[in-house]
Every structure is written in C-alpha cells, then in structure tokens.
C-alpha cells in the first residue's frame, strides 16, 4: 500500500476512539468507514466502478471542474476475506497513479476520494494536508451525524448508513479558506452493496446558497 493512502487511513481510524451520539442505536463513524470489512463479499475477478464528478464554481480559486472515473479491479489475497485490488485512478490528461492495495478488507475508494480532495484543497488554499486531515479526522470523532436511511441502487432498496460532518465552521482558520470553512462531508454505505460505499461527497455552499464545490464519487451498478 502506498505511504501516503496508508497515512490517510492510518489518521482517518483515530476517529472510532469516540462513539457517535446521533442515535443510540447507531455506529462509530470512524469504526462504519474505515474498520469494517467492506470487501469480504466481493469475489475476485469482480471490478467495483465509481463516477466521479467535480464541479467549481471559480476553477482559479477552486480547481477545475470534471468528470471521470474510478475502478478497482478485485482480486484475490492472501486469506479468504483479504483482497488485492488494482487502481484505474481517472483516465486520459486526469490519469493519476494509484495502488495497488494489496490484502484490503476496507475499500480504498474512501482513501483514494479524501485524499484527491484533500491535496487539491490543501494546494489551492496554500495549507498543510495534515491540518487538514486532523480536521476531519477531530469532526469524525466528535462532531459526526450517523442516521439510518435507505438508498436505491439499480433497482434495488438497501438499507444504509449516512454519516455527515462539518469539519471548519468553527476553526481557528477559517477566514483563510476563501470561502471553504462551509465544506460538509456526506458519506452514505450500505452492507449490502459490493464494496458496501454508495456515495462520498465533499460540497462547500457559497453566501448565496449556490456550491462553490460540488465533489462526488457514487457507485455505478451499470458500468461494464
């Protein structure tokens, strides 16, 4: 696994030290994203795709605006729930490298989503990534929203987790974000689901309600 998605992943899981308090009934956050094993029952030879879309409203503020994709090529590890999995990291001018992972139980799409956003965010504000990833890292643990919904995923009803997060609004920094200390983190996971992620997204609302960055990575059931 590369050093710096082990990183992420490695910060980001400090977050279950701490239960969520949204219902009683309802899991860690940090446990729910990062420690269940999302790729037990995902068979080797299988290939999860991932639509990835981002919009911004001021590209030279923001960063461009594109849409692509994402796929993991799922193959078989070293013991029956662990899997090794190879990364498409979007394609043509926006192709990046990524992975492999080798003996995941955790789908790295989570990993890969935060840090793409994490490095683009820290190098348009001219900010450290692990003051960042700390951020976000404190808001999973303390601030995070878990509530039970359900989703439809081609054609069918799951039953799902919805975890939301407002990492900024009360940071010290915020007045050197242009703008982005209203960022929300939507992550939605289903048990049922191959890779069990349904949709990660990461939208920041201008002063005149409209997003001044609408980023987004959602399951494709239909991809070949």
Known sequence: MPARIGCILAVLALAAASPARAQAAAPDAGTLLFEEPQLKGVAPGTTLTYAYSRKA???DRYGPSFDDTIRLAVDKGANADSRTIAVTMFTGEHRRPAGPFEDMTGNPA???FLENHLQELANRLHANPRY???AIRAALRDKAVVEKTSVEVDGRRLDAWHVRIVPFTDDPNRAR???LDTLVYDFTVAADLPGE???LAATAPGPDGKLLIDESLSYDAKAP
């Open 110 to 112: 989570l990993s890969l």
């Open 57 to 59: 409203t001021d590209p």
């Open 197 to 199: 992620i349904v949709r």
């Open 132 to 134: 960042i990833k700390n």
């Open 177 to 179: 974000m242009n703008g």
